[in-house]
């Protein structure tokens, strides 16, 4: 800072020299208070380029996606799976046999001779398969076989016998 003098007359009589002191403060010529305003330019303009290139490259990214590689198609063979329930034994007074059909229904069908079978065909991959048999006799036998081949075979030799078959994957 730096202080300055000013001598005025006095409007009065007697003329007398008053003197005014100031103080004048000077600005510092420094080269961050020459330069501040173009860094803050330059700043904001890098800041604005980056958002310009960001936002064209996400619209290149929508507008022309990759080309992605076709999945290659799968032949799934669906052969057709022939199921039979078979029973036989003795039946004595009479029976009856409950079972799953290819949809999970139980099936029941009462007995008036053995053997007694049943089949069906199914086009699904898997199946679960289940059979009972319950008869007066003094012997009872299942089996159930999935295209030919006996998949389970149980039997049982008392009176008033009974037997379950069961496949959990056919």
């Keep these: 800072m730096v202080t300055t003098c000013a001598c005025r007359t006095d409007g009065g009589h007697g003329s007398k020299d008053i003197c005014v002191s100031r103080r004048v403060k000077r600005r510092k010529s420094g080269v961050v208070s020459k330069i501040w305003l173009p860094l803050v330019v330059l700043g904001v303009i890098a800041i604005v380029s980056y958002g310009v290139t960001t936002v064209r490259t996400l619209n290149e990214a929508i507008t022309s996606p990759p080309s992605a590689s076709p999945i290659p198609a799968t032949v799934v063979q669906i052969n057709p799976k022939n199921v039979t329930y078979e029973v036989f034994g003795s039946l004595g007074g009479g029976g009856r046999v409950t079972y799953a059909d290819l949809n999970s229904a139980p099936i029941e069908v009462t007995l008036a001779s053995l053997p007694w079978s049943h089949s069906e065909t199914t086009m699904a991959s898997s199946a679960s398969l ?12 299942c089996r159930i076989l999935v295209d030919g081949q006996v998949r389970d075979e149980q039997s049982v030799s008392h009176d008033g016998a009974a037997v379950a078959c069961t496949v959990t994957a056919a």
């Design 130 to 141: 289940s059979l009972v048999a319950q008869v007066d006799g003094d012997s009872v036998g």
